[in-house]
């Protein structure tokens, strides 16, 4: 949950959801890096700031203190842009700075590409003088806060509520941390660190979880969609920079192949699949019919989180449609499933439904004497192998054309059965 926090005057604060999503233009500035994890740090200014290298530097040594390693990128957004003065009116100082943050928050998500409950931005609106009642604002943990200029750590302060830190009250002689609640306060130096291990725990954890991909859209097997680049997010990174391109998220599983396919493109599509680290694992250009796109059988080894990113063949762009399959195979090792198998058709009719492959395999400690295919099997093609390790042979039933047959597999052989729609067939 978010907590609205008031700089200076901490008499009350309440819950407030920001699970908004809003998908309008993209924020100007730098061209992310596909798969780099980083911070984007945007100061909106709604007056003049003369102090702005004091400013950046205190938000960035705070930041830094709890991990220097982190990428942090800071872009201001003042009269130079062409939507200032948009912004401007828009965001006119309030007296109350709780009112002026949910108008800035507003603001931002109504014009902006911007999702606040998985994304790196955060934004700090910087004005001039304090609030009524305080210097600034911030949703805690979130991506908004309010600062003043009264004093060159307020931004410093808010970014540390973004992060999931609280007020501090420690104090050494005249030295405060950086959570100091009163942070205009002229007799305390604050210092651009977090002295609690709570904070320091608390905004660790919160850079830790910064995305790789934080504008995918989540997807799942037997996907299709029509969906275009045209108006996408540009990205350096791939096989020419500044490429527009569209990136999906996808939860895969052990044992699974995934087959991705690019159709219907209006242009020369490129597509490419990361981990959830952002580490390239593949990429293909016409595979597919055509000029399109087309992964086949990626197996990812493990249960995990993987980004499939489709771009164009010299930074093209257009629709496209996407299409995705799976191959899954089960495998059956063990003596308690194994043992299941014994005289019950019912069981491994469920394990073959439920899979395209069921791999059956025997050794010593883990065996089944015999076991019996399912006589019918309606729906897509499916494989039974057995593959014998074990001293003791394995006596298999299965229909063939309407004939029921036996074989029995041997130590050191492997048979694979493929259902017909009149039986199974032998490999």
């Not at 604060?13 to 309008?24: D, E, H, I, V």
Request: glycine share 6%.
């Amino acid at each position: 949950m978010n907590k609205r926090i008031l700089l200076l005057c901490i008499s009350f604060f309440y819950l407030l959801s920001t699970n908004a999503y809003s998908r309008f233009s993209v924020l100007p500035g730098r061209t992310p890096t596909i798969g780099e994890k980083s911070l984007n740090l945007w100061f909106w200014e709604l007056d003049s700031m003369d102090d702005r290298d004091d400013i950046e530097g205190n938000v960035l040594d705070t930041i830094s203190s709890v991990n220097p390693n982190v990428k942090v990128y800071v872009h201001w957004f003042d009269s130079n842009d062409e939507n200032y003065w948009s912004f401007y009116h828009a965001n006119h100082k309030s007296d109350d700075p709780l009112s002026q943050l949910d108008m800035f928050r507003d603001y931002v998500l109504h014009h902006y590409y911007f999702s606040v409950r998985n994304h790196n931005d955060y934004h700090i609106l910087a004005a001039e003088g304090n609030w009524d009642g305080g210097s600034g604002a911030a949703y805690s943990p979130g991506h908004f806060a309010l600062a003043s200029d009264d004093n060159e750590k307020i931004a410093a302060h808010g970014m540390g509520h973004m992060l999931g830190a609280s007020h501090n009250r420690d104090t050494n002689w005249f030295s405060a941390p950086i959570m100091y609640p009163h942070p205009s306060a002229w007799y305390y130096h604050l210092q651009t660190k977090f002295w609690s291990d709570s904070n320091k725990s608390a905004v660790r954890k919160t850079l830790q979880e910064l995305k790789h991909f934080p504008d995918s859209e989540s997807f799942g097997v037997q996907y299709a969609s029509l969906d275009s680049t045209t108006n996408a997010r540009k990205y350096n990174g791939l096989e020419w920079n500044e490429s527009r391109a569209e990136v999906y998220q996808l939860m895969v599983a052990k044992n699974t192949t995934y087959t991705i396919t690019l159709t219907d493109a209006d242009f020369d599509t490129y597509l490419y699949v990361y981990d959830e680290n952002g580490k390239q694992l593949a990429k293909d250009d016409d595979s597919g019919p055509g000029s399109w796109s087309k992964l086949e059988n990626q197996d990812f080894g493990s249960a995990k989180e993987v980004y499939f990113v489709v771009s164009g063949y010299k930074r093209a762009y257009g629709k496209y449609s996407i299409r995705m399959s799976t191959y899954r195979t089960l495998f059956i090792e063990d003596n308690s499933t194994l043992k299941s198998l014994q005289n019950s058709v019912v069981n491994l009719s469920k394990f073959i439904s439920s899979n395209n492959k069921v791999w059956i395999k025997t050794h010593n400690g883990a065996w089944v004497e015999s076991f019996t295919l399912p006589p019918e099997f309606h729906g897509n093609t499916r494989k039974v192998t057995l593959s014998v390790n074990s001293e003791w042979p394995v006596r298999v039933t299965f229909t063939a054309n309407k004939i029921e047959k036996t074989l029995l597999v041997q130590q050191g052989q492997e048979v694979s059965w493929v259902n017909t729609g009149n039986g199974w067939l032998v490999q």
